[in-house]
């Protein structure tokens, strides 16, 4: 396992401390007076470094869960430790800073802005983490070349194909060093052989930058990829 | 990282800038309709402004044209408010008054006035117009010199003699393009030599036209034309623009007491001072542009709220754009920001387009109408200011809502 401490993490050093911890955390939607469980206490902790693949049948809950794990959902009950640090009481702006500092999402949907040109959606956290002009133009583009897309960064997410689009999530989640990748369904949209290309670039990343690696997948070999594999069965880990 | 901090800082304003100028270009009819309200709130600001500065400016002119810190004594009751028997049909004033006038502090000199209209022949042609008798100070009083020739005199004021000068319009009626100077014409059957022209003075604020006129002696006048004693009015020039105020009281106490008006006797006749009058007339045009421009400003206020509005479309329909961004680490903050650039850069642009719009008018009105208006920088730089206001105003409310919105929710948005 990696040891190197690119990503300093404020506590993450002194102890034994895993990078997440999930105590008892639940959540609950409620549609007008009916109330969806959709997790039920669950426990989790995952080290610094691991390759974790989520797997469980739809509407099981895994992205409901990875929303919660990438910051971006607070849950209705338990507590989330990230680095030994409780978030659940964080404020809005706070959660946003750990997104842009220490999360990569990779979403279900591409969610790429199409407005903004392939560069400009891949510079996009840099921009958000203070991040301008030059520098933050060169590092997009060494993140572009990582997936293999540097010449396409003037076009248009509409004007590049699905598998390109999901490269370019990718290049956009990896661009600010994020210790942290979490990917809902990153080769679904994709062939095997795109598909073995995307694992094989997260194992890449796993292995050289010691990036903690969650992935949300419906298939069996690329699950196979993962050191780890968490079943999520009607909000619970089986 | 930290090296270049100021550097960057800088540069994100300039990016935020470009990022809204294009989000705005990529919609370019719904932009320009939104600002709409804008432009032409902007634009009629501009003209009115421009139009209110041309009248006072032509007021200024027309106060400078009347002569030099003039009052205008009439006889009449001042306490009844005017004239009330018609112009100068009371015989209360004289030229003795006029002489006795001239000898008061404030006075630097005067004229005693009597107009009538008659017909004057030259040869073939004959034209009725005003026939003015004067003193020889006329030419001082009214700021008004003569063009070719010579003004008559103070000895030919003394002995009545039987001379005139011309204004320009009654020149041309009479003699076309003749020189009239040296001339013989008959006014009124007495034959007066033309010994001099007026320079032309145009119409005044009444419309009337000035220059329709012939200037003789007041003494030739009355005794020869009108046949009488009085004289219609008398011109005064006071010494200076503050002397005015003293002139007309002097003037007042003066002339009751060389009528014998008794204290609780009202004058019978009254002291106009004309720059007074010219002043509150230019008064009256600026409350005439203010109420002008603030119905503009209200038109301003009405393109804010479609702004408003076309903002709260754009934040619904870049609901899943807002959430892609608060998922990568945009906090409320960069949000707002980014909403309330776009709005104050739209309603800004339309202010500059409404500047543009308010030149042209008021360039058009000054081609096709007697009126030059006139743009200063001063409501440039306000509507310009007030328009980026109106921009952050009515972009606070849809920047502010696209901030407080859930990522998650957001994100789902299709
Ligand atoms: N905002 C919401 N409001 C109400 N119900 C929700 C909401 N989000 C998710 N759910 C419900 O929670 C359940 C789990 O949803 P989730 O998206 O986590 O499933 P999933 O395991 O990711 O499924 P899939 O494999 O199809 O992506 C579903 O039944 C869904 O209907
Ligand atoms: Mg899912």
């Given amino acids: ?238 | 990282m930290g090296t270049k901090k100021q550097n960057k800082v800088k540069f994100a304003f300039l990016l935020d800038l470009e990022s809204a100028y294009k989000t705005l270009l990529r919609n370019k009819i719904r932009s320009l309709l939104t600002i709409l309200g804008i432009i032409i709130g902007v634009g009629s600001v501009i003209a009115t402004v421009s139009i209110g500065q041309g009248a006072s400016k032509a007021i200024q002119n027309s106060i400078n044209s009347m002569g030099s810190n003039m009052l205008v004594i009439l006889p009449g009751s001042s306490s009844l408010g005017g004239i009330r028997s018609g112009f100068g049909v009371l015989p209360t004033l004289t030229l003795n008054d006029a002489y006795a006038i001239r000898t008061l502090q404030a006075v630097k000199t005067d004229s005693g006035m009597l107009g009538m209209s008659q017909q004057v022949i030259w040869r073939g042609n004959n034209w009725t117009t005003l026939i003015n008798g004067a003193n020889s100070t006329f030419t001082e009083i009214r700021k008004w010199p003569v063009a070719r020739g010579v003004f008559f005199n103070r000895q030919q004021v003394v002995s009545a003699a039987n001379v005139a000068v011309i204004g320009n319009t009654a020149a041309t009626e009479l003699f076309g393009l003749i020189s009239p100077i040296g001339h013989i014409i008959l006014i009124h059957s007495i034959p007066f030599t033309v010994i001099g022209e007026l320079t032309v003075k145009g119409f005044n604020a009444f419309g009337q036209d000035q220059d329709d006129v012939v200037v003789i002696p007041i003494t030739t006048m009355m005794e020869k034309i009108a046949g009488t004693t009085w004289v219609h009015a008398i011109m005064v020039s006071a010494k200076t623009q503050k002397d005015t105020v003293l002139a007309q009281s002097e003037i007042t106490a003066l002339l009751r007491q060389r009528h014998h008006i008794p204290l609780h006797k009202p004058s019978d006749f009254f002291v106009r001072n004309l720059t007074e009058i010219a002043q509150a007339a230019n008064s009256s045009a600026a409350t005439f542009t203010i109420l002008l421009a603030s119905i503009a400003a209200v038109s301003l206020l009405v393109g804010g709220i479609g702004i408003m509005n076309i903002m709260l479309v754009s934040v619904t329909e870049r609901t899943k754009e807002i959430g892609i961004r608060m998922a990568i680490g945009a906090k409320k903050s960069d949000i707002l920001k980014q909403f309330l650039i776009e709005s104050s850069v739209l309603s800004l642009f339309g202010g500059i387009l409404g500047v543009g719009l308010g030149f042209a008018i008021s360039s058009a009105i000054s081609s096709f109408s007697p009126l030059k208006t006139i743009v200063t920088t001063e409501p440039i730089i306000i509507s310009l200011v007030f328009s980026l206001c109106v921009g952050i105003f009515f972009g606070f409310y849809p920047a502010f809502k696209a901030s407080r919105m859930n990522p998650v929710e957001a994100l789902r948005y299709e």
């Fill in chain 1, 1 to 238: 396992m990696n040891t190197g401490n690119d990503y300093d993490i404020n506590n993450s050093r002194n102890s034994g401390e895993p990078l997440i911890r999930l105590e008892n955390i639940g959540m609950i939607y409620k549609i007008g007076d009916i109330s969806y469980e959709v997790l039920k206490k669950i426990n989790l902790l995952i080290n610094k470094g691991e390759f974790v693949s989520v797997m469980g049948a739809s509407g099981s809950g895994k992205s409901t869960l990875m929303n919660i794990l990438g910051c971006l959902d607070k849950s209705t009950s338990g507590s989330y430790f990230l680095e030994g640090k409780d978030v659940s009481g964080l404020t809005s702006d706070e959660l946003a800073e750990i997104r842009n500092k220490k999360i990569g999402f990779v979403f279900q949907g591409f969610n790429l802005i199409q407005r903004l040109s392939i560069l400009e959606n891949v510079m996009l956290p840099l921009y958000y983490a203070g991040l301008h002009s030059k520098d933050a133009e060169k590092m997009a583009f060494e993140s572009l070349k990582l997936v293999d897309l540097f010449e396409k960064g003037n076009k248009f997410p509409n004007q590049i194909s699905g598998g390109e689009q999901q490269r370019v999530a990718i290049a956009r989640a990896i661009v600010n060093d994020a210790p942290i990748i979490m990917a809902d369904e990153p080769t679904g949209n994709l062939d095997s052989v795109r598909g073995a290309d995307v694992m094989k670039f997260f194992e890449k990343i796993n292995g050289e930058r010691g990036a903690t690696i969650i992935l949300v997948t419906h298939d069996k070999n690329v699950a196979g990829y993962a050191r780890r594999l968490i079943t999520v069965k009607d909000g619970e880990i089986v």
